[in-house]
């Protein structure tokens, strides 16, 4: 596979490790001299981190669940343009904390809009752009937000409740059946290290 088109993706749930396993990554595809960049959806961009800070904002807790939608993927039409494909052109491995999954899982399945709408105004925001191979960061709502609540004060989205939370979960799980090819579901109660290991063997088999 050519270098340019490498763009790998972490999904889950809140408290999932994902930064902290990106990071990893990063490092690890660095230290074998390859040219490779993070970033994070919502955010990247001057303008996306505006979006960012809106959506995260308890300010905001009243927003109607079709705005939100269209803010996150305003958000991810700005980052894809100005930083992702900018990045896979000039040969980077682009590494993403969440991406399209994250707005099935969370507007669709959570928030109950039509998923195939969703679909559709997704692929319009990012011009149809797929990852090359997904981590799916699995954790149980209940485990995932006591590790947030230990960390930070919860942010809008994390203050939603077990319930809304669960239908995120149900939704990367429908996710992952659904796409056995591109989306590796990992255990995120494992130990760092092991999840790491995980991660470095599978991104192997894509170069
Ligand atoms: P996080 O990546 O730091 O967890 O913060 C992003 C928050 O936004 C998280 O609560 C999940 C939520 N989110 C959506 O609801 N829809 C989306 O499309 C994306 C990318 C994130």
Redesign the pocket.
């Known amino acids: 596979m050519p270098m340019e088109n490498i763009f790998i993706t972490f999904e889950g749930g809140?408290g999932a490790g994902?930064?902290t396993q990106i990071q990893m990554l990063h490092d690890y595809l660095s230290a074998q001299g390859l040219a490779v960049v993070a970033v994070?959806?919502?955010g990247g961009t001057a303008i996306a981190e505006q979006i960012?800070a809106m959506?995260?904002s308890n300010a905001n807790a009243d927003i109607y669940v079709r705005t939100?939608a269209l803010l996150?993927?305003a958000a991810?039409c700005e980052m894809v343009e100005k930083l992702i494909r900018p990045h896979l052109s000039a040969g980077r491995i682009v590494l993403c904390?969440?991406?399209?999954d994250?707005?099935i899982a969370?507007?669709g399945f959570a928030n109950g809009l039509e998923v195939e709408g969703l679909e559709y105004i997704g692929r319009f925001a990012t011009g149809d752009l797929t990852p090359t191979l997904t981590f799916y960061l699995k954790i149980s709502p209940q485990d995932g937000l006591l590790r947030k609540t230990a960390q930070q004060d919860l942010?809008r989205?994390?203050n939603k409740g077990l319930g809304y939370h669960k239908k995120v979960e149900e939704g990367f799980e429908h996710l992952a059946k659904n796409n056995p090819q591109r989306i590796i579901t990992i255990d995120a109660t494992l130990p760092i290290d092991e999840i790491h290991q995980i991660i470095v063997n599978s991104t192997n088999r894509i170069f």
Request: avoid cysteine; aromatic fraction near 12%.
């Open positions: 809140e994902k930064t994070r959806d919502p960012r959506v995260k939100e996150y993927l991810r904390d969440r991406f399209a994250s707005t969370y507007q942010d989205v994390e």
